[in-house]
């Protein structure tokens, strides 16, 4: 079957660093997403990773390894706003999107 | 986690015909539901957001009268897409939160026009 696993749930410090992992088992890849998510609010794109490496984008970056299944959303200079879900989603063979559960940040002064 | 249900998951059809496609959330009451477009490599594009009972609020750019979407009932949200065009073949895809909680997503619907 296909799956997507992240840890549920994640605690970190205000200022400090944090890494989401995510990995996967797919039929097929064709792209990585990472989204973050308010409560009540439609997610908000942050990356798409498709080729292995790291993509930086200011103060978040993800990293994408294909022959691990493996990627992660790095989080740098937490801020109180970011704490939030963050969702991974990868995007099959087939271009079906199979999405993780979401990692709950909890950002803590 | 809740499930949301999203149907058909595949679809091709004919040039100016109409395609409806669900989305059902099976354990919970949907008081907001969203509908995505993605195009290959993408992002997800937010098209519009409905709560029930009330009509949709369309992003800027998306023609409300092609997408028509309709949240009749707290667990059901329709979009049709009404005399489609070889360009309307997408990928669509549905979430649905309750009051102050995250949304959760369909399966995604893969619509092709030929």
């Known amino acids: 079957g296909q799956n997507i696993d992240q840890p549920t749930e994640m605690t970190a410090t205000e200022g400090a660093i944090v890494q989401i992992n995510c990995t996967y088992q797919?039929?097929?890849?064709?792209?990585l997403f990472w989204y973050q998510q308010h409560a009540g609010e439609a997610p908000t794109f942050l990356s798409y990773?498709?080729l292995d490496g790291l993509e930086e984008k200011g103060r978040f970056s993800s990293f994408l390894s294909r022959s691990k299944g493996y990627s992660y959303l790095l989080l740098k200079e937490l801020q109180m706003k970011d704490s939030a879900s963050y969702l991974c989603?990868?995007?099959?063979?087939?271009?079906?999107?199979?999405w993780g559960a979401g990692t709950k940040l909890i950002i803590k002064p | 986690g809740a499930v949301v249900s999203q149907h058909p998951s595949r679809v091709i059809c004919k040039s100016g015909t109409s395609v409806k496609i669900e989305c059902r959330s099976l354990d919970f009451q949907a008081t907001t539901m969203f509908w995505y477009r993605q195009f290959p490599k993408k992002s997800l594009m937010l098209m519009a957001t409905?709560?029930?009972?009330?009509?949709?609020?369309?992003e800027q750019g998306v023609e409300k009268d092609k997408f028509l979407i309709n949240h009749a009932s707290l667990t059901l949200s329709t979009l049709t897409v009404t005399s489609a065009h070889p360009e309307d073949s997408s990928f669509y895809i549905c979430?649905?939160?309750?009051?102050?909680?995250?949304?959760?997503f369909g399966q995604g619907t893969r619509l092709t026009v030929v």
């Open positions: 990773n498709v």
């Open positions: 797919t039929s097929g890849f064709n792209g």
């Open positions: 409905s709560n029930e009972g009330s009509k949709a609020t369309y």
């Open positions: 989603a990868v995007m099959d063979s087939n271009y079906q999107l199979i």
């Open positions: 979430s649905a939160s309750s009051r102050d909680t995250e949304a959760f």
